[in-house]
């Protein structure tokens, strides 16, 4: 985790600050395109609103991407290194919850200046987060031992969030989206958290029951079969790396 850190930022100059700095514009520019532009005067606290959407979002695309190309990234360490080869993908994700706690400060920071006060459904956010994590670890797992053989893997993963932008409500309220639409986004684990953590840090209420018990089911199974596929294509690594 300290390497894929030092890595990251190494030779730049503001370093960790990156971590602050782009959500900072994102949430700038949307901020002004919805209350300028295109005002909404039906969602309050904003700018919060936003960071609800661009923290987990930024958090699950790049864990995603840097867990797709781990194996292939550190290659010469699964060489030389007998260390289980699960290690390096799941490290990989776990190294951007640092930026993770860099970004979430940012936002209760924002969410407190606003005048949203701290209650005591905030004690649901550890339980939401790692439903998260578990669920980007699946996908690093099994697209990590793809790319190995299949290296166009991560321009599919970097086309597929640019996707998924649009189809986690970032932007717009869940009450904009159609009916019939509900229960696909609540099988999406990065929408079905953007709900809840608004649910829980704007309105102060708990998760819907069946959002969570989706969220979780979705993510342990992902997780399982990623494990699984992971463990069946690992044997094979050495040969192709």
Same mark, same amino acid.
């Given at each position: 985790?300290?390497?894929?850190?030092?890595?990251?930022?190494?030779?730049?100059?503001?370093?960790?600050?990156?971590?602050?700095?782009?959500?900072?514009?994102?949430? $700038?520019?949307?901020?002004?395109?919805?209350?300028?532009?295109?005002?909404?005067?039906?969602?309050?606290?904003?700018? $919060?609103?936003?960071?609800?959407?661009?923290?987990?979002?930024?958090?699950?695309?790049?864990?995603?991407?840097?867990?797709?190309?781990?194996?292939?990234?550190?290659?010469?360490?699964?060489?030389?290194?007998?260390?289980?080869?699960?290690?390096?993908?799941?490290?990989?994700?776990?190294?951007?919850?640092?930026?993770?706690?860099?970004?979430?400060?940012?936002?209760?920071?924002?969410?407190?200046?606003?005048?949203?006060?701290?209650?005591?459904?905030?004690?649901?956010?550890?339980?939401?987060?790692?439903?998260?994590?578990?669920?980007?670890?699946?996908?690093?797992?099994?697209?990590?031992?793809?790319?190995?053989?299949?290296?166009?893997?991560?321009?599919?993963?970097?086309?597929?969030?640019?996707?998924?932008?649009?189809?986690?409500?970032?932007?717009?309220?869940?009450?904009?989206?159609?009916?019939?639409?509900?229960?696909?986004?609540?099988?999406?684990?990065?929408?079905?958290?953007?709900?809840?953590?608004?649910?829980?840090?704007?309105? $102060?209420?708990?998760?819907?029951?069946?959002?969570?018990?989706?969220?979780?089911?979705?993510?342990?199974?992902?997780?399982?079969?990623?494990?699984?596929?992971?463990?069946?294509?690992?044997?094979?690594?050495?040969?192709?790396?």
């Amino acid at each position: 985790m300290l390497k894929d850190f030092r890595i990251r930022y190494r030779n730049m100059s503001l370093g960790v600050l990156w971590s602050l700095l782009n959500p900072l514009v994102m949430m $700038g520019v949307l901020t002004f395109v919805f209350t300028r532009i295109f005002p909404n005067p039906n969602i309050p606290h904003f700018a $919060g609103f936003v960071l609800c959407g661009i923290v987990p979002f930024n958090f699950f695309t790049v864990s995603w991407v840097t867990g797709t190309t781990s194996i292939v990234d550190n290659a010469g360490l699964i060489k030389r290194v007998p260390v289980p080869r699960e290690i390096v993908p799941i490290t990989s994700v776990l190294s951007n919850c640092v930026h993770l706690l860099v970004q979430m400060g940012l936002l209760f920071s924002v969410l407190l200046i606003s005048g949203v006060s701290v209650n005591r459904q905030w004690l649901w956010l550890p339980l939401v987060w790692a439903m998260q994590i578990v669920f980007v670890c699946g996908l690093a797992l099994f697209f990590s031992a793809v790319n190995v053989f299949i290296r166009d893997t991560r321009y599919l993963v970097e086309s597929a969030c640019t996707v998924l932008f649009w189809l986690v409500p970032i932007m717009y309220p869940f009450e904009w989206i159609p009916k019939k639409y509900i229960p696909l986004y609540e099988l999406n684990p990065v929408a079905a958290q953007v709900m809840s953590l608004r649910r829980i840090l704007l309105a $102060g209420e708990s998760p819907v029951g069946s959002t969570l018990a989706k969220l979780a089911g979705v993510s342990v199974g992902v997780f399982l079969f990623g494990l699984l596929v992971f463990r069946r294509l690992k044997p094979m690594f050495y040969e192709r790396i």
